[in-house]
């Protein structure tokens, strides 16, 4: 990131900071090159404050600091993206994001990390962990089933009924993913090349 031009802001480029997981935007802040080169180091989104005329690490008060993923810049080289898995809610309100309430979009991604967490740590009394130590087989059968009932849902006119169908087919759909040791974005790879 030494290309980066903090001249034509007078020493500040804004920072968007994005959830890695869920590509939601949680916040705008402002760097100057020692911001920067902290947050670069030292792996957690630090800040010039133009209030406070210093730096400012995210979270050195509340805990919520912000861990980085990537770093980019933009085509111009004097904006900065930075993705980041945040550990609490982001914005001084208490909302994840300063930008309003989480959508529901990139939600898959979220629900994805749960499943994975309570499989990797053997959560004993997780329907999620219970399906998986079942084995491929159960899982398998359990997306059969969903997916039969989905189509049973599709012939009626109740949506409420055939979303949840829906929605329980994707849930089991990801615990069979995790058992074959693949994940949604490779899924989104495969079905981006076959777009191309």
């Avoid at 008060?61 to 904006?79: H, M, P, R």
């Avoid at 945040?86 to 990390?113: D, I, M, R, W």
Wanted: a negative charge; glycine letters at 6%.
């Amino acid at each position: 990131m030494d290309n980066i031009n903090f001249t034509k802001s007078n020493g500040l480029v804004p920072a968007v900071i994005q959830d890695n997981t869920t590509l939601q935007v949680l916040m705008v802040g402002f760097m100057n090159e020692e911001a920067l080169e902290k947050t670069q180091k030292e792996g957690r989104v630090t800040f010039f404050s133009r209030s406070k005329n210093r730096l400012w690490t995210k979270g050195e008060t509340s805990g919520n600091y912000l861990s980085v993923k990537e770093i980019t810049a933009d085509c111009d080289n004097d904006s900065i993206l930075i993705k980041v898995d945040p550990a609490g809610p982001v914005c001084h309100t208490g909302n994840q994001s300063c930008f309003g309430e989480e959508p529901s979009k990139g939600f898959l991604y979220k629900l994805e990390q749960i499943i994975n967490q309570r499989i990797d740590d053997n959560i004993e009394d997780s329907y999620t962990n219970k399906i998986f130590r079942k084995g491929i087989n159960k899982a398998a059968q359990k997306v059969g089933e969903e997916a039969v009932e989905l189509i049973i849902e599709a012939k009626d006119n109740n949506i409420d009924l055939f979303k949840n169908e829906a929605a329980d087919l994707l849930y089991h759909l990801l615990i069979l993913l995790k058992m074959k040791g693949t994940s949604i974005s490779e899924i989104e790879d495969c079905l981006v090349r076959r777009h191309k």
